[in-house]
């Protein structure tokens, strides 16, 4: 969690200090978000963005047995 935030830091905060306000912020917070999740390959999940990985990870898993109803 703490290397994220690092992260976080070093690539949006501290790469534009002209702030325009908290509404820039918010926005290009989430933005990074959805390129850290669904972008940015990850060395601990074999070069694979989050996304990708959980995609193949849900197609290699067997399917769920089912469950009898309670009454």
């Not at 989430?30 to 601990?44: G, I, Y």
């Not at 990708?52 to 109803?69: D, L």
Request: hydrophobic share 35%; glycine share 2%.
């Amino acid at each position: 969690m703490e290397s994220t935030i690092g992260l976080y830091k070093t690539e949006l905060i501290d790469r534009d200090a002209s702030w325009s306000g908290r509404a820039e912020v918010e926005r290009e917070t989430a933005e990074w978000v959805r390129w850290f999740n669904a972008d940015r390959l990850h060395s601990s999940i074999d070069y694979l963005s989050p996304t990708w990985y959980e995609a193949r990870y849900r197609e290699q898993r067997p399917p769920a047995a089912s469950t009898p109803e309670v009454a």
